[in-house]
């Protein structure tokens, strides 16, 4: 979800009940973007049906300053829904940790569901680890 925009949605190609939604923070976010050159996803369009739950992928170094945005970005985003830090800057600041206008970790924000580790992880990886979460749900 780019901060102030509408959300990029996105749904797994092998499972379309499945809607990801990318925050476009930083780098991991282009990871997952291109997962849909790899057909692991595609754009979410008209003809999909409502989603059985909404994946909220945080990927990149979120500042104190970007906290309120991303918190009001979460509350909009209808039930069932989670979210998964995607890389170290989303899972605990990354190498920027000890930068005080960096929040250390997500789940100082909104309640984290899922963690999928990298810098950044490949996009088959990030898909992958979205399955597994939802599957054991």
């Given at each position: ?10 749904r ?6 499945i ?24 754009p979410e369009?008209?003809g999909?049906?409502?989603p ?8 990149g ?9 991303v ?8 039930d ?9 800057c ?5 190498p920027?940790?000890?930068?005080t206008t960096?929040?250390n ?5 909104i309640?984290?569901s ?5 810098c ?9 680890g ?8």
């Amino acid at each position: 979800m780019l901060i102030g925009t509408a959300p990029i949605a996105y749904r797994v190609a092998t499972d379309p009940g499945i809607r990801i939604l990318v925050s476009d923070l930083a780098c991991c976010a282009l990871e997952a973007g291109s997962a849909t050159t790899q057909n692991l996803l595609e754009p979410e369009n008209p003809g999909h049906d409502e989603p059985r739950i909404t994946v909220v992928l945080i990927s990149g170094t979120v500042t104190h300053l970007l906290a309120p945005a991303v918190e009001q970005q979460w509350s909009k985003v209808p039930d069932p829904k989670i979210a998964v830090a995607v890389g170290a800057c989303a899972s605990s600041g990354g190498p920027y940790w000890d930068a005080t206008t960096v929040v250390n970790g997500i789940t100082d924000l909104i309640p984290a569901s899922g963690f999928i580790a990298g810098c950044p992880p490949r996009p088959d990886v990030i898909v992958d680890g979205v399955c597994s979460l939802v599957g054991s749900l």
